[in-house]
């Protein structure tokens, strides 16, 4: 039996038909022209930067997943023990949701104690840019959970989508899930508009289940996005080398390292690429010089404290249910929020 899979958009649309017996709505792979017009504008202000989305292709995600199981990372095993212990509730929190909408889903590991904890659950909407991946997961999950609507959505969340048919008017609500405290990867002022566009697209009497991760201490960050292994350091590197495979790049990832570094100050970790000696780089025949030392600022992970993240939140227009907080040195929070309106 083929998984119940209905794709609400899709990217490699012969593999996908073919595999699973849907009509994707998309063409083909393609350079997505967003991806070309960041890199090209960032590598060439000063300093360079480029968004750390781009970081997630399906080397990128696979990267990822790996480094949520190093010994160093603590927000995955943190957020996974939090989640365990509240899914069991929230049946009762919430009850009659019949729709999931998980923002960022990834391999959408954390998402299985919800799905086997939340038998209201009719529909599974996992979002995500890299269509590869998110076509993996979603057919693992329909296999494992076969009264569910999987239905997948390659999108960039940071823009605004559209959820699929069924999802958008379900008079229950929906319920978000943006797991991995990837909220910190935006400025405050872009985690506003985030939220703000995430309750437009939930749409009213909809909840967002959010882990924010609160740490501070310099000791437990820089291990976590610097790992022993350098697994974290290939993931970073990787985006060199995805700009070569779809921009025509020539960067050599051999000339640059990855550094992490603590800015206490705006309360957060910043992932750079560093080039190790000056050089020209060539993308899309345009040349682009590094000094040595030169970096390229590629992700921030912003470590919001429960009174920065609730007054973001509400100014979104969301306001706090009830909240489950790490008790150790983490602080790691996982939010359950409300749409105001």
Not at 60 to 87: D, H, K, M, N
Request: one cysteine or more; aromatic letters at 8%; hydrophobic letters at 40%.
């Amino acid at each position: 039996m083929k998984p119940d899979i209905q794709w609400a958009n899709a990217e490699r649309a012969a593999e996908l038909s073919t595999r699973y017996n849907v009509t994707p709505l998309t063409p083909a792979f393609r350079v997505d022209p967003q991806f070309e017009a960041d890199v090209l504008d960032g590598l060439d202000d000063d300093p360079k930067h480029l968004p750390s989305i781009w970081l997630y292709d399906r080397r990128g995600s696979e990267l990822f997943e790996e480094i949520t199981e190093v010994a160093e990372y603590y927000p995955t095993r943190t957020e996974t023990r939090l989640l365990a212990g509240l899914a069991p509730q929230l049946e009762s929190e919430i009850g009659g949701v019949h729709t999931l909408v998980e923002i960022g889903s990834g391999s959408s590991r954390k998402t299985r104690l919800l799905l086997a904890a939340m038998h209201s659950l009719r529909r599974y909407v996992p979002v995500d840019i890299s269509a590869d991946f998110l076509h993996d997961a979603a057919a693992g999950l329909a296999r494992d959970f076969p009264h569910l609507a999987v239905q997948p959505v390659v999108a960039d969340f940071t823009a605004p989508f559209a959820l699929p048919g069924g999802a958008s008017d379900d008079s229950a609500g929906n319920l978000g899930f943006f797991p991995g405290s990837t909220i910190g990867n935006f400025t405050p002022d872009a985690a506003i508009d985030l939220m703000t566009q995430l309750g437009r697209t939930l749409g009213s009497r909809s909840r967002l289940l959010i882990g924010v991760d609160t740490t501070q201490d310099p000791a437990l960050l820089i291990p976590a996005y610097d790992d022993a292994a350098g697994v974290t350091a290939a993931f970073n590197l990787n985006l060199l080398d995805r700009i070569n495979r779809e921009l025509d790049g020539d960067f050599d990832s051999r000339d640059f390292r990855h550094l992490a570094r603590h800015d206490p100050h705006h309360g957060r970790i910043e992932m750079h690429l560093v080039s190790q000696r000056a050089q020209e780089v060539h993308v899309r025949g345009r040349t682009f010089m590094f000094a040595a030392g030169e970096t390229i600022h590629t992700e921030n992970c912003y470590k919001y404290s429960p009174t920065q993240f609730l007054h973001m939140a509400h100014a979104a227009k969301w306001r706090c249910e009830r909240s489950w907080q790490d008790g150790g040195r983490t602080g790691f929070t996982v939010y359950l929020l409300r749409r105001d309106s």
